[in-house]
């Protein structure tokens, strides 16, 4: 049992929301990396236009399942095919509660037969680790937490870049002497510099091609350097925490859904065994949007756009809920394209307002009132304005369709969830999810 655990939290609070709402939270960002290198509006244009070096070494959590059940361990509490996986590919893991509500996803690869790496935000880590244990599964874990939170300091067992871009292709070849083994998007292949071996992962952002390499830290400023190098002639641009955290908007992948594990009766002593200061104990909900409910706060799979992944041939937690809720899909993830000008007078007060970032979940609403929740909000320059990852009522999902985003901060408890609160409302248009056409329609074709 952890001490003090989230459900000390949520005792002491009074509720889940009192733990967790934060009036004007700040954003997160990646740790270590610089904010910004060249300027965000410059890194956001380089993965677009050219080619940009990002380093993903430092922000995620890393955990290694091995041992004869870790197959089946890891299809028994995720919606995912494990048919067919093979060595070297990676999937996007989703696990749900028996609710059929979304704990977190996660990036799960396959090493061996019997061994996974499973990296992101910790919550599906946490999850799969607690069942692993409850339920008596023959598997070993191995953490490797990220280095805003590994004990004693230290670098990390594994160094992550990404290169990505309409030239990554163009540097990763001058880099390589040649072209890389043909690869499936998200499946992995071995590769070497000047005996340095590492893994290059087939990936992409926001609709760009591109690989994310992985291997041992004591590679990792070798690498990092050759890339440099290679990267000179293409005007390669390396990427800050800033502009890091944005493609996500445009890519579609809402990063901080909240874990559906706060309200259910029989998740006490998984609430028990995770720590107060752990991801679920301290990400922070605010915005306008407010309830004193936190399942309100709560997504499934089909509202995160991942309902292609679930598979129904096999039997895992939350299988009878996800059936249940397929056909009552109550919401759609869009993206909202704010309207440029109100973004200078509302949020610029006139003037550009320079990088916009925020998770907050503000109130989306028509004439009706409420139709929906925004999840992720940012500035993306190519674009020319704010983009936001939004889950809206299905009936308001058709792109085209004009709502107003409610921008500011509800204080939260003590207040009326609907108290008009004289807050300003940004004109915004909706399209579709992902917003980059090659992102929705192309890149993973042949995955």
Same mark, same amino acid.
């Given at each position: 049992m952890a001490i003090p655990s989230l459900q000390d939290g949520i005792d002491k609070a009074g509720s889940p929301i009192k733990l967790?709402?934060?009036?004007?939270?700040?954003?997160?960002?990646? =740790?270590?990396?610089?904010? =910004?290198?060249?300027?965000?509006?410059?890194?956001?244009?380089?993965?677009?236009?050219?080619?940009?070096?990002?380093?993903?070494?430092?922000?995620?959590?890393?955990?290694?399942? =091995?041992?004869p059940?870790?197959?089946?361990?890891?299809?028994?509490?995720?919606?995912?095919?494990?048919?067919?996986?093979?060595?070297?590919?990676?999937?996007?893991?989703?696990?749900?509660? %028996?609710?059929?509500?979304?704990?977190?996803?996660?990036?799960?690869?396959?090493?061996?037969?019997? %061994?996974?790496?499973?990296?992101?935000?910790?919550?599906?880590?946490?999850?799969?680790?607690?069942?692993?244990?409850?339920?008596?599964?023959?598997?070993?874990?191995?953490?490797?937490?990220?280095?805003?939170?590994?004990?004693?300091?230290?670098?990390?067992?594994?160094?992550?870049?990404?290169?990505?871009?309409?030239?990554? %292709?163009?540097?990763? =070849?001058?880099?390589?002497?040649?072209?890389?083994?043909?690869? %499936?998007?998200?499946?992995?292949?071995?590769?070497?510099?000047?005996g340095r071996h590492f893994r290059a992962l087939r990936h992409g952002m926001a609709g760009q091609a591109g690989f994310e390499f992985i291997g041992p830290w004591e590679h990792a400023a070798y690498v990092h350097e050759a890339f440099l190098k290679a990267g000179e002639p293409f005007g390669l641009v390396q990427v800050g925490a800033l502009a890091y955290t944005t493609p996500s908007v445009e890519s579609g992948w809402i990063p901080s859904p909240v874990p559906g594990i706060y309200s259910d009766p029989d998740l006490r002593e998984y609430r028990e065994q995770l720590a107060l200061f752990g991801i679920e104990g301290q990400r922070p909900l605010n915005g306008?949007?407010?309830?004193?409910?936190?399942?309100?706060?709560?997504?499934?799979?089909?509202?995160?756009?991942?309902?292609?992944?679930?598979?129904?041939?096999?039997?895992?937690?939350?299988?009878?809920a996800l059936v249940k809720a397929k056909e009552a899909v109550r919401r759609t993830k869009v993206t909202l394209v704010f309207d440029a000008d109100d973004v200078r007078e509302l949020i610029g007060r006139g003037q550009d307002p320079g990088f916009v970032l925020t998770y907050a979940r503000h109130r989306v609403e028509n004439v009706t009132g409420l139709v929906g929740m925004t999840m992720q909000t940012a500035s993306i320059d190519p674009v020319g304005t704010v983009l936001s990852l939004t889950l809206i009522d299905t009936a308001y999902a058709e792109p085209g369709t004009e709502v107003w985003v409610v921008w500011g901060e509800h204080p939260g408890p003590g207040t009326a969830p609907e108290a008009d609160l004289g807050l300003p409302r940004i004109r915004a248009t909706v399209r579709p999810a992902p917003f980059n056409q090659h992102a929705r329609t192309l890149y993973r074709r042949n995955a």
């Open positions: 967790l709402w934060k009036p004007g939270a700040a954003p997160w960002t990646p =740790e270590v990396v610089e904010r =910004e290198y060249a300027g965000w509006r410059q890194e956001q244009a380089a993965w677009h236009e050219g080619v940009a070096l990002l380093n993903l070494s430092h922000h995620m959590f890393d955990m290694w399942i =091995e041992g059940d870790a197959t089946r361990l890891l299809a028994d509490h995720g919606v995912n095919n494990f048919e067919n996986f093979a060595l070297g590919q990676a999937k996007q893991y989703v696990p749900v509660t %028996k609710d059929g509500n979304i704990v977190t996803d996660g990036i799960l690869a396959r090493e061996a037969e019997n %061994k996974y790496l499973l990296s992101g935000i910790p919550a599906a880590q946490h999850w799969v680790q607690y069942h692993a244990e409850k339920g008596g599964y023959d598997v070993a874990f191995a953490t490797d937490a990220s280095s805003a939170f590994r004990q004693g300091g230290g670098d990390p067992k594994l160094f992550r870049y990404q290169i990505q871009g309409p030239l990554a %292709k163009d540097v990763v =070849e001058r880099a390589f002497g040649g072209p890389l083994p043909e690869t %499936k998007f998200f499946h992995s292949a071995p590769v070497a510099l000047d306008s949007y407010f309830s004193e409910d936190i399942e309100d706060y709560y997504a499934s799979p089909y509202e995160l756009g991942y309902g292609k992944m679930i598979s129904f041939r096999h039997d895992f937690l939350g299988r009878d």
